[in-house]
């Protein structure tokens, strides 16, 4: 069974997202921004992490890029999923190491599509 982080300081979107992921047969841990997510990935990482960007502590963009810039954890796809929805956001999201970046509110569907799809591609 794969394990999906879910990083939000939002307690409802994590609630959202967390049914939509079990009810797939998912297991899920939350972290409320990214400094807790990183303490998370370190005890145990995941197999994949869904990010918010504008959080306290660390944002979604730095945690992405402590992912992707550490050996041992680079390989764990990071979607992002965030309000900021200007073309500029997705581009340096995407320039940070995300694997993909949906905006919300989000359809169900499509982010169920997407992480299916980063899953299978680990």
């Known amino acids: 069974m794969s394990t999906v982080l879910i990083v939000d300081d939002s307690q409802t979107l994590r609630q959202m997202l967390t049914e939509l992921l079990e009810n ?5 841990v939350e972290a409320i921004n990214g400094a807790e997510a990183k303490e998370k990935i370190q005890a145990k990482a995941p197999d994949l992490v ?3 960007l504008i959080m306290p502590q660390m944002n979604g963009y730095e945690l992405c890029r402590w992912i992707k810039s550490d050996p041992t954890t680079q390989a764990i796809p990071v979607l992002i999923c965030s309000t900021k929805s200007e073309e500029f956001d997705r581009y340096w999201g995407m320039k940070q190491g995300a694997d993909a970046y949906i905006t919300k509110p989000f359809h169900p569907v499509e982010m169920m599509k997407t992480v299916k799809q980063l899953l299978r591609s680990r």
């Open 50 to 52: 869904i990010t918010d």
């Open 24 to 28: 797939s047969g998912l297991r899920v």
